[in-house]
């Protein structure tokens, strides 16, 4: 099934953007960022830890709602998912 993906600011200059990632019927989050890492190559460190998980301060979404990292729920054909850099202003 396809997954599409969205990521901003820094993360859309390593990932490219609004990309596609191929993952198995029935797959979860894990298998997006597993695929997310392995496309950010040498660049992953600004998204993903020196054990492979997403960096604490990055932003998830998936179909415009926020979710944990740990998500376990299976993901559908046509899900969107997004990846933010944490958010500063004033």
Do not use: Q, Y
Not at 34 to 63: C, K, P, Q, Y
């Amino acid at each position: 099934m396809k997954i599409r993906v969205k990521a901003f600011a820094r993360f859309r200059e390593i990932l490219g953007s609004d990309l596609a990632v191929e993952v198995p019927d029935g797959a979860t989050m894990a298998a997006v960022l597993a695929a997310l890492r392995d496309r950010a190559g040498d660049e992953s460190g600004a998204i993903f830890d020196e054990a492979g998980a997403l960096r604490t301060h990055v932003i998830l979404m998936r179909n415009g709602k926020r979710v944990k990292r740990d998500d376990s729920d299976a993901l559908a054909d046509g899900d969107e998912v997004a990846l933010f850099p944490p958010v500063a202003g004033g």
